[in-house]
Nanobody, 123 residues
Framework: VQVVESGGGSVRPGGSLRLSCVAS????????MAWFRQVPGKEREGLAAIDSDGTTHYAEPVKGRFTISRDNAKNTLYLQMNSLKPDDTAMYYC??????????????????WGQGTQVTVSS
């Protein structure tokens, strides 16, 4: 499975961005997908995950501000990010894993990763 992110960039605090991730496998298969982010010197942080039926799970720091969604017809995953803060500045990664009965935000449980897209929130 290959995944490729896009949509990063620079935005002012309070602004919005939408990230996209195209998967080489059909996203209506039993493929769970998730978004992570990482800043230098810190561990990769799980943000949001979604299964093939559209069930979602969010980490507390982004709950209510970020929305994960998927378009199975386009094999594409999205992350809508609103009310962005400087602390959201990071490299954002798309990841995938095969469904095993639960959603996960653990990086070590995901097998397939994109190359990352940079998000910078600054005034």
């Amino acid at each position: 499975v290959q995944v490729v992110e896009s949509g990063g960039g620079s935005v002012r605090p309070g602004g919005s961005l939408r990230l996209s991730c195209v998967a080489s496998e059909s996203t209506d298969s039993r493929l769970c997908m998730a978004w992570f982010r990482q800043v230098p010197g810190k561990e990769r942080e799980g943000l949001a995950a979604i299964d093939s039926d559209g069930t979602t799970h969010y980490a507390e720091p982004v709950k209510g501000r970020f929305t994960i969604s998927r378009d199975n017809a386009k094999n594409t995953l999205y992350l809508q990010m609103n009310s962005l803060k400087p602390d959201d500045t990071a490299m954002y990664y798309c990841a995938a894993r095969w469904w095993d009965g639960r959603l996960s935000l653990r990086a070590d449980e995901h097998n397939y990763w994109g190359q990352g897209t940079q998000v910078t929130v600054s005034s």
